[in-house]
Structures are given as C-alpha cells and as structure tokens.
C-alpha cells in the first residue's frame, strides 16, 4: 500500500524541484527544447558524476566555479532517468 507521501512524488522535494527548474532555465540558454532527449542515459550519468566530483573537489578545498554542481547533478540524473532504455 502507497503512503500519502509517496503518492505525493516531487512534492516532497519543493526545493529541488526548484534547483533542476534553475538548472533548466539555464540550459534554455544554449541548448535546443528537448535536445536533451537525444542523449543516451549513459551519458548523462557521465555528467552528472562530472559534476559530483567537482563538488567533492571545492568541498575539499579547490577553487569554487560558483556553478552548482549539484543541482547540474540531480538534473543530469533525473534526464538518465527519463532516457535510459528498461
């Protein structure tokens, strides 16, 4: 049986919901509606472990790039999600 917080989806989450939203406003910029699309799963993955190490790097003391690379991340995954092939 379904709790009412799963049935709730991203809901749950209004402040990531946000970020991606952010994230996507962004990437309105300079890539085509939908483009994303064309991408394999795989390698969105691939960015978006990309932009995980980068925020472990300034975590760890690199320079800081003021991109919010985990917002990029979590976008990046929630585009695999939708792309992968079951």
């Known amino acids: 049986m379904e709790t009412s917080e799963a049935k709730s989806g991203i809901r749950l989450f209004p402040r990531a919901a946000e970020v991606v939203r952010g994230v996507l406003r962004l990437g309105q910029r300079s890539h085509r509606p939908g483009e994303w699309r064309a991408i394999p799963a ?9 932009h995980l190490r980068r925020l472990q790097a300034e975590s760890d003391g690199a320079p800081k790039t003021g991109e919010d690379h985990l917002g990029h991340a979590l976008t990046r995954l929630l585009m695999a999600a939708e792309c992968r092939e079951d």
């Open 42 to 50: 795989r390698e969105h993955v691939r960015h978006a472990v990309e």
